[in-house]
């Protein structure tokens, strides 16, 4: 049964675990394992965790990402979980976790200690909690987040931040939020890309990409279209079916970024859960026979 308390995951391929480090930029993998942010499936998950696990994986699914707070399971419950991913050859590469996983004391430690039980990668701040702030505030984050990176490194583990929309904003000295962050964490520090709050707030995927070579080495599959979610727009589309230029991005992403698996994500739509991840698996693996 699955207990009160949430998840995050990560990906990376066995090539990519096995030849890299986590402190220097990974030899591109010859494939690139398409998983999913457990977010898109929270009811089912908190129903019944084994069997949300088992549906993923009969759907084509081979990597999962926890969400927060992944934190309030014990370790032998995590043990547990590892050997559920083990039993169906599922990956947990990189987690989404809360900022107590990313600043010193015992939440840190035991995020260390779950994430490499998971056998994970990458500990992601799933969001910073600030809408706005001044340069200095932001520079105050990304010093936390480069601190992390420095405790996280020697463990095996590389720190993260998934952006959203607040990400995307100009700062009063004209750069954006993302560019500053970029610019004062260190070069394995993963710029896990969402791309649907990406292209809400009208900034490039694809120019962001090319960018930032090597530092793109995860990807979350979220769609956005104009219009509201009562219409069945905005976040509530498919994947494939908003305006996000899908074939520039994954071409931008496995020539440039140095993206190492993708996560589906999708906060809501017009059908159930699981037929959501099962209709966007199936457009994502359409769109990959195109390129």
Excluded at 25 to 40: L, Q, R, T, V
Aim: aromatic content about 8%.
């Amino acid at each position: 049964m699955f207990a009160a308390a949430p998840l995050l995951g990560s990906a990376l391929t066995p090539d990519v675990l096995a030849a890299d480090s986590p402190t220097r930029a990974p030899s591109a993998p010859k494939s690139y394992p398409i998983g999913i942010e457990m977010f898109a499936v929270r009811n089912a998950m908190m129903k019944d965790l084994p069997g949300t696990l088992q549906t993923l994986k009969t759907q084509g699914y081979e990597v999962v990402e926890f969400f927060a707070p992944y934190l309030g399971w014990q370790i032998p419950y995590a043990k547990t979980v590892r050997t559920m991913l083990d039993d169906l050859g599922l990956k947990a590469y990189s987690t989404h976790n809360g900022m107590p996983a990313m600043v010193p004391g015992d939440m840190q430690t035991k995020a260390i200690e779950i994430n490499q039980i998971l056998g994970t990668r990458h500990i992601v701040l799933s969001s910073p909690g600030m809408e706005t702030g001044t340069v200095d505030e932001w520079k105050a984050l990304a010093a936390k987040l480069t601190a992390a990176s420095d405790t996280f490194r020697p463990h095996g583990l590389l720190a993260g931040l998934h952006n959203h929309d607040a990400e995307w904003a100009k700062l009063a000295d004209g750069q954006r939020v993302m560019e500053l962050i970029a610019a004062n964490t260190p070069a394995d520090f993963v710029l896990q890309l969402d791309v649907g709050t990406c292209v809400k707030a009208g900034a490039d995927p694809v120019a962001w990409i090319n960018a930032h070579p090597g530092r793109i080495r995860s990807a979350h599959l979220k769609d956005w279209a104009p219009g509201t979610e009562a219409q069945e727009k905005s976040y509530r589309v498919l994947f494939g079916e908003g305006v996000s230029p899908w074939k520039q991005i994954v071409t931008a992403l496995e020539a440039t970024g140095g993206v190492e698996f993708y996560l589906m994500e999708q906060e809501g739509s017009r059908y159930s859960e699981l037929e959501t991840s099962s209709r966007c698996l199936a457009s994502w693996k359409a769109l990959r026979r195109t390129l």
